[in-house]
């Protein structure tokens, strides 16, 4: 059963850069997209970006600038990385997996979660 | 202010049927049929519950359905029960720019 389990800093000072690392077990990175998605206490969910296996990205337009994410097929592993954050950064990180079945991949919808990490910006 | 406009909360009583609307634009739900909808419980990552509109990922009850009209998507719940008392969000593809949004949220409360 593949499970997906993020990593990283639960705490990062305001205008220092964020890292998380998701590590993908139980199946292979490849042929998937694999997205970032947020979400702050008590708010929605916020799609951050996605990186393909061969390392292909898309970003939210709204984060595009501070944002970069990574794949290392070899160690089963995909990251982030969030710039210059803010108290607005502050959130719950999911890591997620694009939904695909039957031999057929459904892109934008996302079927397998992580169970999230909270990083929050402060001083 | 999240990109597509859901009710902040709906409830029903057991057995009845709800509907969840989320309401975007013709730029998001209005042009893709590339709807989907997640039922979150508390401390739990989302589920996905319909893809493309109206399709439900296996294992998915068929009390659930989506559907679409226009600029708004609609999630239908038959037969409520206790246990689909959760957070529900809407989600589109908005097109190679923006690319994914999603609806502020509706908490649905089992009366």
């Known amino acids: 059963q593949v499970q997906l389990q993020e990593s990283g800093p639960g705490l990062v000072k305001p205008s220092e850069t964020l890292s998380l690392t998701c590590t993908v077990s139980g199946g292979s990175i490849n042929s998937y997209y694999w997205s970032w998605i947020r979400q702050p206490a008590g708010k929605g969910l916020e799609w951050i970006g996605r990186i393909y296996a061969s390392g292909l990205t898309n970003y939210n337009p709204s984060l595009k600038s501070r944002v970069s994410m990574s794949i290392d097929a070899s160690t089963n592993q995909f990251s982030l990385k969030l710039t210059s954050v803010t108290a607005a950064d502050t959130a719950l990180y999911y890591c997620a997996r694009e939904y695909c079945s039957g031999g057929r991949c459904y892109f934008w919808y996302f079927d397998l979660w992580g169970r999230g990490t909270l990083v929050t910006v402060s001083s | 202010q999240s990109a597509l406009t859901q009710p902040a909360s709906v409830s029903g009583s057991p057995g009845q049927s709800i509907t969840i609307s989320c309401t975007g634009t013709?730029?998001?739900?209005?042009?893709?049929?590339?709807v989907s909808w997640y039922q979150q419980l508390p401390g739990i990552a989302p589920k996905l519950m319909i893809f493309e509109v109206n399709k439900r990922p296996s294992g998915v009850s068929i009390r659930f359905s989506g559907s679409k009209s226009g600029n708004t998507a609609s999630l239908t719940i038959s037969g409520l029960q206790a246990e689909d008392e959760a957070d529900y969000y809407c989600?589109?593809?908005?097109?190679?720019?923006?690319?994914?949004?999603f609806g502020g949220g509706t908490k649905l409360t089992v009366l």
């Open positions: 989600c589109s593809f908005a097109g190679s720019s923006t690319y994914v949004v």
């Open positions: 013709s730029s998001d739900i209005g042009n893709y049929n590339l």
